[in-house]
């Protein structure tokens, strides 16, 4: 029977993403549904002040629904979204980015909605909390600072996370463009951006979801390496797989890799789909 993908969004952004990405593998066959994860989509706050012009002082306190939602929120609404995929057939999850944290928290607590687990460049925290991996030798060439000038509001008297990706200023945009998607042109880059939203869940868990070998390592797992990855660089990919695998030595992650920045695998996707479709027949 044919595995249904099941497709998780990363940090900021939305089932939209993957829309090139779906019409590619329904055309290679395979069929595929792509979810928001609480406060996003169309569950997501654009404030009047996140429009032109902008007034950058309201956008800074304007409030976000998204203020409330924690890891926990992300991973039952994914483990309910599976329960209805589970009726049709096997599942493969994949999740971009920050989406490995609500994959992993997932399978932590419902391992049997999951037949495969996909991890593309995204966090799969074993021996750290996913926050306290920035400060290992393994991020030391991303600059996080330098994506300051983009953000908005003070993220703790907001209660999340805002980003204003609608910016003109020529440093911020660079410097998102080199940490996110600096093989793609500028126009593929701008076009992107405005996919996003503005608003993201500040809760990325604690040690409580780091993953767990009787539960999360029960799972068939693969890791998709993105070679060109600015914002978590092949050393950190690498790391996570290890930590995996030593996790679980008798399940270890079956390992692929694109040649892609941290979002190109989503606009050049005739690779990503062909990636994907070969898991299918694992």
Avoid at 127 to 143: H, R
Avoid at 197 to 222: I, K
Wanted: net charge negative.
């Amino acid at each position: 029977m044919q595995p249904t993908f099941v497709l998780v969004h990363g940090a900021f952004a939305n089932s939209f993403s993957f829309a090139p990405l779906q019409a590619e593998l329904g055309l290679l066959g395979h069929r595929s549904v792509a979810v928001d994860l609480p406060g996003h989509g169309f569950a997501a706050t654009y404030p009047p002040a996140y429009q032109a012009p902008q007034d950058l002082a309201a956008l800074a306190t304007a409030p976000g629904a998204i203020k409330d939602v924690t890891l926990a929120d992300n991973a039952a609404y994914l483990n309910g979204v599976l329960e209805r995929a589970k009726r049709n057939g096997p599942v493969i999850v994949v999740g971009h980015s920050r989406a490995g944290i609500t994959l992993t928290a997932a399978a932590n607590a419902r391992p049997d909605l999951f037949d495969r687990l996909v991890y593309v460049s995204a966090w799969c925290p074993v021996a750290l909390d996913v926050n306290d991996y920035y400060a290992e030798p393994e991020m030391a060439s991303v600059d996080v600072a330098a994506l300051a000038p983009a953000m908005a509001g003070n993220p703790a008297e907001l209660g999340h996370l805002r980003t204003n990706f609608r910016t003109a200023d020529p440093a911020a945009l660079a410097a998102v463009k080199e940490a996110f998607l600096g093989d793609a042109t500028d126009e593929e880059f701008l076009t992107f951006l405005n996919t996003f939203q503005p608003d993201e869940n500040l809760d990325a868990g604690t040690s409580a979801d780091r993953a767990r070998a009787d539960t999360w390592g029960t799972v068939p797992r693969t890791f998709v390496r993105l070679d060109g990855d600015a914002s978590m660089p092949l050393a950190m990919q690498d790391r996570l797989i290890r930590e995996g695998d030593e996790l679980t030595p008798d399940n270890p992650y079956d390992v692929r890799t694109l040649k892609s920045s941290h979002l190109k695998w989503l606009i050049d996707v005739e690779p990503s789909a062909r990636v994907l479709g070969e898991l299918a027949a694992l």
